[in-house]
């Protein structure tokens, strides 16, 4: 019998915990798709397969001017020799490449079938050829090599291939790019090669110029299936938070046409252009199953007319049938009608970004400088070598005579070589140089030729010292080669942009609600917005309106006027909206309740609410109830929409405070996350989450903070751990990261305070049997998150422990709640300053069986 293989000498099995390894697998697996597979990189615009497929196509040497090889081919190549994944993803890749309806310019060309906009599959790729694209050649390729770009070795290192190719054109915006990562996603629309390059160059020339002004060079998206955008504000969400909803609908008229089966002309809606991603089969098939279903009335034939020259979709209507009707239903219940849903997420430094277009076209520019500096260091290199080399021969030629005469009398090449080094006091690359050079070089053109090489080199490296030296120069030779490319590629518009009129419906779901009648509030309208005639127009006869022109500022319903207002948060999460003038706060009469927070705002701003779940509320200023003076006001969770009223308000902020700040989140358990404003930027009524917690774990604290502050967190056991607010120790992430650990929570702690500041402010701290003491922050050592922190109040008594911690600014007061109900205030300046030795002095004001419960400090 076999003896019993025994793996656990030798420690051939290492323990280890599941539910850590799991943890440890998934975001290495996470990342991996990230990075190496889902999103593209800021700088070339594409994602890893696209850049090897490139890649390898050039290897192949199918250039524009040669002549199509097979897919399978270049596939072969790509699998082999860069990306060990299936053969039919690289070749779906290939075919979006190809398709002149996915891409606005196209990186590759094919010939044979590569599908089409009705989702018909693109022929095997044993059948379809293809090679490289003009654009893509010179604007990705041109410059491709060690010189300009990193490579890094494939797979298995028996290949080099590039991290990034060396774009001469921001591709991320030009084609866009479609991912879904694990836990984001990228949706990136394409815009028009023209408007792009204007925009580039005029950050170049003005890098501080007004967003406005960069929103009039480049207007919106231009999707290659052409449509029509409406309205602005979704583009200038998307551009100015890299989140937002364009909407996007297909473009109809309205013509008379013959009717079939020999039958007297009849009017129709003809469809020529589509929104972006729109399968023309598929919509054909809503309709037909919604005339069917009797929900669209008066379509008497539906058919596809389209060719090879475009879209021709005819549907033809009955007799008496308001065309105008018909098409509002189109609009209103088919995909003729979208929103693109824009997330301008990408790769930057290897990390996933949602980023701005400002910020995009600041990244590729930045990327386009240092390519440019790459090159153009290799290039003088090159050109100092050969100038030194020509300069060399050329001193050999001069003296010609006795260049001969040491070649005559030398024994041996060693002999000559020094002797030549040593008689015309040249290098030795020189001396090799002149003892290569043919006979022939000792003739009179050849010379010419040498002297007007010398000319040239010294002419061209006089150039390029110019253009490192001087980084204006270098700007000027960027948008040089930025103006080429757009005279060469560039192409009109496609998708025209149409501005709204007075009370023209947005999006689908606002043409929905006016069209049975009713406002966002579900109230009737007039009959006016009933008739769908009176809010759709023929989409032909609408010319394309100028961009630059603002829209009308009418509205339909009369609203309240923006005023100012004074609006107070107490500590018992009640909020008081008072009039900015001549009303007294109730905080002044009464002692149980008061206000932690006081605010002068506008009527327009909101109010975010958070609450334990690590969800974020909006409420608009203007609709908190507004109070008397003597009013307690109205309690901060009854604001919230009804299925959050269960909830409890852990924190909130004005959004008007968050600009260039983050917020900082903090949980029961002691996880910490730092959260751009930018993910707010899809805040609704009905709530986001912002913070993925784990079971009985919540939300305790969360704080507006930016880069540099100090973030101070307090145990009951006495502890305090200070951290500075870096990418290092506190990276931003994205809504659905749980955080990292910030400090370790016994079991008998919780956390009881959270402090934003500065490295000289001061906090005070209060254990519950009353004592309290005032420290810097500087006197706690900086840590980093998951350490233990720094014993900084001992207890008198074991059955002591603290009770909270707040800041303590100078002349201030702080509040404190007691076990009997009680609060009371101390003044900070009455309060001794200590370093992180010592328990402090007792506050006289307690009771003797009265204890601190909680610290509150008034903003």
Known sequence: MAKQLNLLVNDRVIPTALHAEMQRSYLEYAMSVIVGRALPDVRDGLKPVHRRIVYAMHELGLTPDRPYRKCARVVGDVLGKYHPHGDQAVYDALVRMVQEFSSRYPLLAGHGNFGSVDNDPPAAMRYTETRLASISHEALLGEIGEATVDFTGNFDNSQQEPTVLPAQLPILLLNGCAGIAVGMATNIPPHNLGEIVDGLIALIDKPDLPDEKLFELIPGPDFPTGGEIIGTSGIREAYSTGRGSIP??????????????????????????????????SW?????????????QGISDLRDESDREGLRVVIELKRDTNPQEILAQLYRQTALCTNFGAILLALVDGQPRILTLRQMLDRFLSFREQTLTRQYTHELGEARRRLHIVEGILTALTNLDAAIAILRNAPDGSTAKLTLSSEFNISDSQADAILAMPLRRLTGMERQNLQ??????????DELEGLLNDRRELLKALKKDLRSLKRKYADPRRTRIRLLKAGEPESKAANEKES????????KGSEKSKNPKSQLSNPKSQEQENPKSPAPNLQLHAEPAEEEVVVEITQRGYVRRLPKTGNKSASAKSNDDFAVQTKLISTEQDLVVLTKLGKAYPVKVGDIPPTSGGSKGTALIQLLPTSAQSETV??????????KADLLLLTKQGKIKRLPM??????SGRGLTLIKLKDNDELQYATLTKAKDQVVIATSGGRLLRLLVNDEHLPLTGRLSSGVPALRVGRQEQIVGCFIGGVYDNILLVSQLGYAKRMPVCAMPLSVPGNIGTQALQFTSKTDSMAGMVAAPEGESASLATSTQRIVRIAVDSVKLFGKDGAGDRIRQLNPDEKVISVISCR
């Open 248 to 281: 996007v609908q297909g473009v109809a008229s309205i013509e008379e046409i013959q009717g079939s089966k020999g039958r007297q002309k009849r009017q129709a809606i003809v469809v020529t252009e589509f929104p972006f991603q729109v399968n023309k089969s």
């Open 452 to 461: 007007q090489e010398f000319d040239q080199l010294s002419g061209r490296i």
């Open 516 to 523: 049975k009648g009713t406002d966002d509030k579900g109230n």
């Open 650 to 659: 852990t924190g909130h902020f004005f959004l008007a405070d968050a600009q």
């Open 284 to 296: 054909i098939e809503k309709i037909a199953e919604l005339v069917n279903g009797g929900k669209i």
């Open 678 to 683: 930018l993910e707010l930027a899809t805040l």
